[in-house]
């Protein structure tokens, strides 16, 4: 996409330039709260993409889910689908704190998704990156918000092959 065209739908405010700013700041640059903040203009707006991503990084970070009741689990599986699309360029950069959030949400959070009665304990070591939707419509709340927030962690690879928009 030419830059002009890009500096003109960032200065339009259009959510999905907002976006991509957003997890380029937060992911590529560690520039964290200007990230977080153009990803939550591209929430509020309803840019879906944004809301999912929005959502998931709050969690993340401080284990918030309010950006959650914006979903109806039907929207969540099509929502990351968007989301992992490979024309976002999804590759294999993280940094050190990514990687220690997924670390400490495995050693944490993910032992209660095994104990939950919701539905029989599975015997593989994490499985949770292999079932997608194994555990299907009897799986609880907690459980169902575990498990995308394992994908997440899983699929989110975020390779900056879009445009540095530190100059827009």
Known sequence: MPAELLKTCYAERNP?????????FFFTFDLQEEGLAFMK?????????????????????WGDEEYFARFTR????????????PKWAWG?????????????FISTI???????????????DWVLWFIENSKGDKMCNRCFW???????????????????????
């Open 16 to 24: 999905s330039t907002l976006y991509m700013k957003g997890v380029q």
């Open 41 to 61: 203009l591209a929430a509020d707006e309803g840019y879906e993409h944004a809301v999912y991503t929005y959502a998931m990084t709050r969690k993340k970070i």
């Open 74 to 85: 039907e929207s969540v599986d099509r929502i990351r689908k968007l989301v992992r699309s």
């Open 92 to 104: 294999s950069l993280h940094g050190d704190e990514f990687r220690a959030k997924r670390d400490e």
């Open 110 to 124: 993910v032992p209660s998704f095994y104990s939950c009665q919701c539905v029989p304990a599975l015997e593989r």
């Open 146 to 168: 575990i498990k995308e927030v394992g994908l997440f962690f899983r699929d989110f690879e975020l390779m900056s092959m879009i445009r540095d928009t530190r100059e827009w």
